[in-house]
């Protein structure tokens, strides 16, 4: 029989209930009990959900609160001091929520002696996801022990209702190489004190009824460092000797296992889960090396994108499966965890109905899931109805000639390598450009927004449900442009930016004015903790229909004498914060996305705009996790930015921007790009970051981010001359711009204005000194 399994079901809530659930609890409009309960409910329903859709194998304790790393590490001790933690029996929610939020304001928090200055965990990317975990904190003072019994607490509630689900627990090599250690310990020393909370959690499954457990470890897809093959083979060893009667399923996603297979079919498991949707070449090699005797469980719905599967491929690789002699020992799942997808199309009666057929959301690939493992057995008459859909909705999409604008493939075939070049080096760009705009030393500007504040918010909203007509949301919107533009004259930012308050979102508002692009109702995914966000769904030919941000930018730079930066998203961010279509490659997607941000930058510098930002906010992120494989999206990523950016005079220039990131092992790309400008989150590094831009010599101009705007407290003047001294240490002065380390969207004016004023201030401060 093969069994139909799920990895990982979405924890927010269809209607986001989890989202309310945590934001009231975290304002005090509710207590403990109601969290719970919410929780719970969430539960009990994705369970249902997932039986009635022909699952057995149903996940559990892949729920969490907040993130599913931080309560991993909660459950086993590894909570550093300061948190409120007593060092016995689970952390209460205080101590979790100041982990993952800092304590600082919460009442919960002081009321669990916790200090208010304790900071939260570094939060970063799951992998080469949109999700973000809280890194775990290690020191040489760590204990781990089990202190949560999460796990069996988990299988426990669904055998009350009466699911015997399949408890998954990160992998303890895993969690502890996306851990971080303090003191210079090595997280994967700790290995040998962690592998007996693991062993305990994995007795007392068994004891309470488990008969298979998933352990992810999803770090057996990407180069491992030294001494990992090693860590694997004595962890598995001892979870396999903990409880004998239990089925360890090895999941591994997100990429295939490549040169890590031969280690990952060494390890003493009952099943091996690999995702055939990103790597599905693997697939022979697999086959070839797994035993006969154990499980696969083929991972061939996909699990990070919100298409349909081509149920008849599939199957297709069930069947050579099925041949190489593991016909009685098959599973069928997702690729991965389907928390990187909605919950549901059921919600989205505004789509298009011909796209909306072509989409599966999360308990729409559960179906699909049930649908390929029965017609492994039976034979896809069995599932008829679900392969006629599958079937039709490919057909549709490949007769759909709204998918492929002729226009846009002749651009495509039209771009040449000069386009993709500015005119001149920077060197020489630098001078005429410094001609026209007669900058100041160390230049003042801002990365863009300006604060999403609640009537800005009402008034996108009023507009959005027709209580406002544009004309007058317009007028409201010169408005607020027309008085930051007074204020930034008024304070003396040397190069103003029009606040960016038309938009709701920097992917959304672009995508919204571009063909190709649809947009879901409900269509949630968890980015962290209660955050989350709808990424718009790349379905067609992208192309610009009209100019987008001309008349903001045009209507802002008429108010001023000073020269307005223009802002617009970047090709590879658009791209990276979207589903995008897989018929087409996605660095053509990504052409086509620059190509039309490249007509709206001609526009810009023909409207007047004599400075052009690009956000590449998501540029260092959509790095693939194989060191291999690196060089080609880099190449493609820069080439794609370049070609968005080079259609301007030298007189023009262009700016990126980038947040928080490692740029060592990208620097020669990031040169490569050729932005004139380019500004960077340094406040929290200290300037630190600027040390990869100084050992390569970076060419061009970089404002280092001098006040940290994650933070709700306003810098001084002093600081921000310390910090741009510490920059000019390390970038000649003549390249150094000075701004905020991202966007205020977030801030209140209140904190923005003083700070932008000290900003301006530091900035005087500097030059009188120089
Ligand atoms: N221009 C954008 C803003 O200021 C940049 C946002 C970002 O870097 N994520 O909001
Ligand atoms: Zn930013």
Redesign the pocket.
Known sequence: MTIAANLGYPRIGPRRELKTALEAFWAGRTGEADLQSTAAALRAGARALQQGSGISHVPSADFALYDHVLETACAFGLIPRGYGWGGEGPASLATLFALARGARGSEAARAAGIPGDAVPLEMTKWFDTNYHYMVPRLSAATRPRLVDNRWARALREGMQHGVRTRPVLLGPVSLLLLSKAEDGTRPLDLLPALLPAYADALRFLAEAGATWVQIDEPCLVTDLPAGAAEAYRTAFRALADAAPGLDLMLATYFEGLRDNLPLATSLPVAGLHVDLVRAPGQLAAVLEAWKRDRWLSLGLVDGRNVWRTDLRQALGQVQQAQQAGFARRLMVAPSCSLLHVPHSLAMETALDPALARRLAFANEKLKEVAALARAADEGEKAVASAFADSDRALAEARADARLHDPAVAAHLAGVTPAMERRASPYAQRAVTQQSRLNLPDLPVTA???WPQTAEVRTLRARLARGEIGQAAHDEAMRALIADSVRWQDEVGVDVPVHG?FERND?VKHFAEQLAGYAFTKHGWVQSYGSRCVAPPIIWADVSRPAPMTVRWSAFAQSLTARPMKG?LTGPVTMLQWSFPRTDIARDVVCRQIALAIREEVADLEAAGIPIIQI?E?AFREGLPLRQADRADYLRWAVACFRLSASAVRDETQIHT?M?YSEFNDIIDSIAAMDADVISIETARSDMDLLEAFAAFDYPNAIGPGVWDIHAPRVPGAEEMVRLAQRAAQRIPRGRLWLNPD??C?TRGWAEVKPAMENLVAAARRLRAEA
């Open positions: 990365i863009g927004s960016e920097m802002m956000d906010p921007h947040c991202c966007g969207k």
